[in-house]
């Protein structure tokens, strides 16, 4: 693996190193001494599938507050993604930045989230699913989101938002706490 940083401190975009031979290729996706190396949280306490039936459907921009923060390892198994990071943490020098990575199945790249930031993606193709390595369990009590078109954010989506739920439609404006 490789990890890539990027314009947010703590987030990368992480490329498989394949090894192709005459059956395809091998690659390694996790090795926690590799993520303990650059410092970076190497806890999994959950494993989950998101899986997307139509092309513009809005998953986010979620995250989990203390004391049940959580880091996240995000990579698209099927299809493409247009995922993004918002960075909440009021300390940051990008506080309220946030970037964007195309995931898919193809490329194999991955994306790290670190605690106290938001993250969220929309499907730019039909039958997606994404796959997530999550640090914390799910508590719903510190289930948190900020809306996908804050103007706190800005956030520029690649393509018309078609599908999204109630909850992450709906979040108040983004207000430091």
Same mark, same amino acid.
């Given at each position: ?55 513009? *459907? &809005? ?9 049940? @923060? #959580? ?6 198994? !099927? +299809? ?42 929309? *499907? &730019? ?9 999550? @640090? #914390? ?6 289930? !948190? +989101? ?32």
């Amino acid at each position: 693996m490789t990890f890539h940083k990027t314009k947010l401190p703590g987030v990368f975009e992480i490329h498989l190193e394949l090894r192709p031979d005459e059956r395809g290729f091998f690659a390694r996706c996790w090795c926690q001494e590799e993520f303990e190396n650059i410092g970076l949280n190497t806890r999994v306490a959950q494993c989950s599938v998101s899986y997307n039936t139509r092309k513009g *459907t &809005l998953r986010g921009m979620h995250y989990q507050a203390a004391p049940h @923060s #959580e880091t996240k390892v995000v990579r698209c198994t !099927r +299809g493409a993604i247009y995922d993004v990071v918002v960075d909440l943490r009021p300390e940051s020098p990008t506080f309220k930045k946030w970037i964007a990575v195309v995931l898919t199945a193809s490329n194999r790249h991955m994306v790290y989230v670190p605690e106290r930031c938001g993250h969220g993606f929309l *499907t &730019l193709e039909d039958d997606i699913e994404v796959f997530y390595q999550i @640090s #914390e369990f799910y508590n719903a009590e510190a289930a !948190r +989101g900020v809306r996908w078109d804050d103007p706190a954010f800005q956030i520029a989506w690649p393509e018309k938002v078609a599908v999204i739920s109630e909850r992450d439609r709906t979040y108040p404006d983004f207000k430091l706490l």
